[in-house]
């Protein structure tokens, strides 16, 4: 693993304006960065990155059969009491999962160490499954990169093949999103595109017009009844929106399903860590009032851990703590009320003075591609940038 300056492609920002990628600039500082590049061999890729993030996808599973079957466990994930039934009855009827995204600390040496999971709305999707290869196949094309070179991306053909998996053909989809958020936008307009290749209709809607019928049904602002609908709208809010009251009997087919509530918030962590204790991916991570396993834990902790809300978004709310002080924290803090999960801190490597995290991306149960995001503090925040990557070697 390297980080290695190259040559910009001359006309890349108009490139990415004309594909509406109009986010990669963000308030007066670049988003998408390709001054230089981050490069792995290929034995870094499948043995320290692809096959044990499958393997800890495989693991989350187990601990959603793990949680559903322990009421004590299923009270720490946040899920309201009401709603459990409807998050059991996902994972019971075999509701298929679409993707998501582990972020890694990674240093080129020891094993991957996982952050956590992004497993019901990940975004940087566009960024990861298109433009990145864009850049990698022009910069081939240039010499700038050498024939022999890869990049480890499948994730465009996966989601195709995953998409015709879970529905039959010509089956209408519905993606949806904030209305006015360019980035959320990318993320549903690449999965749309995924879902018209594997013979699906796709119908882009905002959020804020999802309407519920007289028949209970979900509709679009144009009166079309929602069959399937993907949403980048986390699971932690919708269980707690009136809206769920109509999820079970809707009809409605929702991607991500609603067992993705217990994978995508850290209360995952330190489940993960009860069950698969001392794996080499995973850090020791408790939840803040388990003061048994942090007792067992308190030399490991005194040394450096990370304190962090079950729900929060890019970076939001994190602390880190050192020698019982805190050294670092993000600037957002509206996550702070929720209940907490401590992680042993591990320091991210720094290349050039930047601190990278791969995004290793899971679709179905495989992982299938990667992106690098980099930042000079050691908390990735939501102006961290975005880094492409090549496999050499």
Known sequence: MDRIRLPERPDWRAEAEKLGFTFADMHGEPYWDETSAYSFTLTEIEDRIEDPSTELHAMCREAVAAILADEALMARMGVPP???????????????????????????HGPAKLLEYNADT?????????????????????RVLSDGTDQFNGIHEALVARLSELFAPDTDVHFAAVAGNPEDY??????????????????????????ITAEGQFADAEDRVIGALFKLYPWEDLLRDPFADHVATSGCRFLEPAWKALVSNKAILPVLWNLFPGHPNL??????????????AADLMLRGHVVKPLFSREGASIKIVEAGRVTEASNNTEYDIHPKIIQAYHPLPVLGGMRPVIGAWVVGEVCVGMGVREDASRITQDLSRFKPHFIEG
């Open 82 to 108: 009401a709603r459990w039934d409807l998050v059991a009855e996902s994972w019971r009827s075999g509701a298929g999962e679409l993707y998501g995204r582990f972020d890694l600390a990674y240093d080129g």
């Open 122 to 142: 990940p975004t940087s999707l566009y960024e990861s499954a298109g433009f990145q290869w864009l850049w990698f196949e022009q910069q081939q094309a240039a």
């Open 186 to 211: 990318a993320t549903v307009e690449t999965l749309a595109w995924a879902a018209r290749e594997a013979g699906l209709g796709a119908h882009y809607t905002d959020l804020d017009k999802i309407g």
């Open 283 to 296: 850090l020791p991570a408790f939840f803040e009032d388990d003061k048994s396993g942090l007792a067992k």
